[in-house]
């Protein structure tokens, strides 16, 4: 069995700055130009594969499907997806191909609402903002562009995120006991309404 964890984000050419520090009165800049953005659709698994990719138009239901059905064909085992619930995500499209994926070997699971600290894509996106791009790349598009599409090309040779086993144990421990408990409720809450 494999298990990828599914996210989107995006970059552009203003910047990243999670949080700064500087003394009073100092002003810091970061050269960066206007305007352009990258959005990036991604799955990784414990042990830093990725599969994904760029694309400067939105990102539909079509072209996850898109990507999602791409993907499916290439499995040699059961393999499940965790996703976050946002629209595109969860919509009347992506419900209908379910039903061929799952005979491809290819499940969707989602995850409770406001939990994305369950998905490890989320570290991905820390580390590719905030520590592999560096600030000359947001210089020009072309440079952030090449810079993004090079550190997620790299992402096992070049960069490699480490999930130690403990903490793949104790992750997903916490993801099976949250998801237990949120389902415990959500099925007592239906009863409570219901009866």
């Not at 960066?32 to 990258?38: D, E, H, P, T």
Request: aromatic share 18%.
């Amino acid at each position: 069995m494999d298990l990828y964890f599914g996210d989107g984000s995006f970059t552009c050419t203003e910047g990243y700055v999670p949080y700064g520090w500087q003394f009073p009165g100092e002003n810091i800049t970061i050269p960066s130009a206007c305007g352009a953005r990258l959005n990036i659709r991604g799955m990784i698994d414990y042990n830093s594969r990725y599969h994904g990719f760029c694309s400067t138009e939105s990102m539909t239901s079509e072209r996850i499907e898109d990507f999602i059905g791409r993907f499916s064909l290439t499995i040699r085992k059961n393999t499940f997806i965790v996703l976050d619930n946002t629209k595109v995500h969860r919509s009347k499209y992506m419900k209908e191909m379910r039903k061929i994926w799952e005979k491809r070997g290819l499940y969707l699971f989602f995850l409770p609402p406001y939990s994305p600290h369950f998905n490890i894509a989320e570290t991905l996106w820390r580390m590719l903002k905030g520590q592999w791009i560096q600030p000359a790349d947001y210089v020009s598009t072309d440079n952030l562009f090449y810079a993004v599409n090079r550190d997620l090309a790299g992402l096992v040779t070049s960069h490699f995120i480490n999930f130690s086993k403990r903490a793949r144990y104790v992750h997903l421990f916490f993801l099976i006991t949250y998801i237990i408990i949120y389902y415990i409720i959500v099925r007592w809450y239906m009863i409570m309404i219901y009866t």
